[in-house]
């Protein structure tokens, strides 16, 4: 919905996520992938402390074209609950 985009609220999500998985699910690591160009998607998982990883060239087949997607990854050990950064 474009009347909600530039509030922060894929970044809460993220977070929220960030912690369902690393406190209640007690895993070890988070993994995003989204299509390259997929800017706020990227910038809400780094500003909760993803890395990129690399990206998967032409691994998307999106409206009749392949398109490259970018790997993100966030350990447990690295996480820091509550920045937003």
Known sequence: MPS???KGYGTDVVAVLCHYGFIVRGLQRL???????NAAMLRSAERNGFVR????????????????EVL??????????????
């Open 31 to 37: 993994q995003i992938e989204t299509l390259s160009d």
């Open 72 to 85: 993100l990854g966030l350990l447990v050990k690295d996480w820091k609950p509550g920045s937003k950064g």
């Open 53 to 68: 990883e690399g990206v998967l060239r032409s691994s998307a087949w999106v409206m009749g074209e392949f398109l490259d």
């Open 4 to 6: 909600a985009r530039g």
